[in-house]
């Protein structure tokens, strides 16, 4: 498969170089040439598949020949080595759990394509040592240390903000060491973020050390999201209605590689793409003005994003046709206090927890079947609503159980280096 970069379709890349850049020379985000068409016997049997054998087909197209099928198929093994279960919730309404992962947030399953690709790749010899560095608002960080941990050939450099993650947040990117390097940032998400673009141009930096980003604007993390609505639909398939997916959204890589699974052949009718007060998206479908702002922070800080940077491949599924789009695709906003309601108001009625992120993803679901009944509905449940305990807690009123595996990490001990600003970044990947 080749790709090409969304600002220019001449210039183009295979997988590998795709993967090992982030993004093109021009700045581009990456797209694949064509979308695979699956046979619609492989849609109708997924419910008699095991997730490993829908997860390779799903992904070998893209993937092409440069992973060889054994490779291939060990990669996905590890990625996919957890539950992804569909439970209902009310009538006509479904929760997808993406939060049983190691890191319990579903960017568990990207961030381990991508090591596992990546990790192919440099043994394979001609790479040379490769950096990921990446800036995390929270989520990112653990699943990206998580899974590239050990890898070989792979070391991982993590930027976070002091004092702006969760406890639990923290532990899980500054406790593992190895391969793994947490820098503690005095100073703010933007900051941490700013740092490493400016890294990622700075001559001297990358005329010695190989950079590579970890974020969903990379191949390799965006694209196994698809297999999340393959395994959801396995679970579904029975239902003979109409079906609508809600995607609590902040930077849209995970809804687009939904939609991507629907180009494919996956029977999905619409897709609700649920926002917190960050409405960039909910703004552009009223105006067909993308005006992009600065974030603003609120209780669903994984969504707290003013320019969502995986919109532009939306646009190019839909080839820019703002009519089909509308079509297929409803984008909502809501605030923390609504988002509050909610969690308290779904945990009274249905014992059942919501995060801050499925709870946006609820309302949204809910909003949109009020006005189109016909519709069966799933949202996503993208974090374990542990990962914002006091969040949570105060919502619900209630006490919520602590997994095993955080009271673990809870009790190790954090290993992070303080930096300032540029200059410490730069004097410690020179070092
Ligand atoms: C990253 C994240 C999101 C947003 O996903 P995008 O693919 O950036 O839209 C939603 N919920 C949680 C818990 C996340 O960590």
């Known amino acids: 498969m080749k790709y090409y970069s969304l600002n220019n379709k001449q210039n183009t890349s295979n997988f590998e170089d795709a993967v090992v850049r982030g993004l093109a020379p021009d700045k581009g985000l990456y797209f694949p040439e064509h979308i695979v068409k699956l046979d619609s016997d492989f849609i109708k049997k997924l419910n008699n598949l095991e997730k490993e054998e829908i997860a390779y087909t799903v992904i070998k197209n893209y993937v092409g020949n440069e992973i060889p099928e054994n490779d291939l198929k060990a990669i996905i093994r590890e990625t996919l ?5 569909v439970n209902p919730l009310e009538e006509g309404v479904d929760v997808l759990e993406l939060f049983h992962g190691p890191t319990l947030a579903f960017k568990d399953v990207g961030a381990r394509f991508m090591a596992g690709s990546l990790g192919y790749f440099s043994k394979k010899g001609n790479l040379g040592k490769i950096t990921v560095l990446v800036a995390t608002s929270g989520d990112t960080g653990g699943a990206v240390a998580n899974g590239f941990l050990g890898v070989e050939g792979v070391d991982v450099v993590i ?3 002091k004092g702006k993650v969760s406890e639990i947040q923290e532990k899980q990117l500054t406790t593992l060491g190895a391969n793994i390097q947490a820098l503690e940032v005095n100073g703010s998400f933007d900051q941490c973020q700013a740092m490493v673009k400016k890294a ?11 950079l590579t980003s970890a974020n969903s604007i990379n191949l390799a993390r965006w694209l196994p999201q ?3 609505y393959f395994l959801a639909f396995k679970q579904v398939s029975q239902i003979d209605k109409k079906l609508v997916f809600s995607v609590p959204s902040g930077n849209f890589g995970n809804i687009c590689a939904g939609m991507m699974a629907r180009e494919m052949g996956l029977p999905i009718d619409h897709f609700v793409a649920a926002n917190n007060a960050n409405d960039t998206i909910t703004q552009f479908m009223e105006s067909q003005q993308y005006e992009p702002k600065e974030s603003v922070s609120t209780i669903s800080n994984a969504m707290d994003v003013g320019d969502p940077s995986n919109f532009i491949r939306i646009l190019e599924i839909f080839e820019n046709e703002f009519k089909s789009l509308k079509q297929g695709f409803t984008a909502m906003s809501y605030s923390d206090t609504q988002t509050k309601k909610t969690m308290k ?9 919501l995060d801050p992120h499925g709870a946006v993803g609820y309302l949204g679901l809910k909003e949109f079947l009020k006005i189109n009944p016909e519709y069966h509905g799933v949202f996503l449940e993208t974090a374990h609503p542990v990962k ?3 969040t949570v807690e105060e919502a619900i009123q209630a006490k919520i159980q602590i997994p095993s595996a955080i009271k673990e990490i809870m009790q190790k ?13 730069k004097g410690f990947l020179l070092c």
């Open 345 to 353: 108001e779904v945990y009274d009625k249905s014992k059942y927890t």
């Open 81 to 85: 080595d957890f539950e992804f279960p």
């Open 413 to 425: 001990q954090k290993k992070s280096l303080q930096i300032n600003n540029y200059e410490d970044l």
């Open 388 to 390: 914002f305990l006091e």
């Open 159 to 161: 930027l976070y903000p």
């Open 200 to 210: 990622f141009l700075d001559t001297e930096i990358t005329e010695n050390r190989q």
């Open 226 to 228: 698809m297999f999340y």
